[in-house]
């Protein structure tokens, strides 16, 4: 029956039937037909027939809008020095569903998205601040999104850019910004 239907659904003809139910037979895996997936057809082991699974159980990446998403949502938690934990008693969801939320494993519902916004105190927008619309042109500008959202989604980040901002001369700044370059530069 499995196999008929198996064989239905992929248009095979009876030779495939044939085979696969003779296979079964043989290896005594009819209790697990998880095996029809991973070696093909007829015991394919030898390549003797194509499997027309092979390919078709990737394993799931997180989508990147999702994965953008959260980022924002984790620099945002950050930023409001909450904790994982915080923001999951707003939503009524455990931390670890905020960790793949934020991780951009799990996607976060429009409901639920709207009250993180007006939990975190931004516009829902906020989220999608600086999600790219098109494909990048270049290898750079990918890299350089990438890095700053790490970097703005990193505790360590959050921190420095905090107390980066409350240093009033500009030329205190830039003077920072400078040795961290020239130490940058000396790692290389």
């Known amino acids: 029956m499995f196999a008929r239907l198996i064989c239905q659904f992929v248009g095979a003809n009876r030779e495939m039937l044939l085979a696969l139910s003779l296979t079964c037979r043989q290896t005594n895996q009819t209790r697990d037909r998880s095996v029809i997936f991973t070696t093909g057809w007829g ?9 027309p699974f092979q390919g078709l159980v990737m394993p799931k990446s997180p989508n990147p809008t999702d994965v953008h998403v959260g980022l924002r949502v984790r620099m945002r938690r950050l930023m ?31 409901s639920r998205l709207q009250v993180m ?32 959202s790490e970097f703005f989604t990193s505790s360590d980040g959050v921190s420095l850019s905090r107390a980066f901002m409350r240093i009033r001369k500009a030329s205190l700044r830039r003077s920072i910004v400078d040795l961290v370059e020239t130490m940058a530069g000396m790692s290389d």
């Open 117 to 148: 916004s007006h939990f975190l105190k931004v516009p829902i927008h906020y989220f999608f601040e600086g999600l790219a619309v098109q494909p990048k042109s270049s290898k750079d500008e990918g890299h350089h999104h990438d890095f700053v």
């Open 43 to 51: 015991g394919a082991r030898d390549g003797s027939f194509p499997n």
């Open 80 to 110: 409001l020095d909450l904790s994982q934990t915080d923001l999951a008693r707003a939503l009524g969801v455990t931390f670890q569903q905020v960790q793949k939320y934020e991780k951009g494993a799990n996607r976060i519902s429009a």
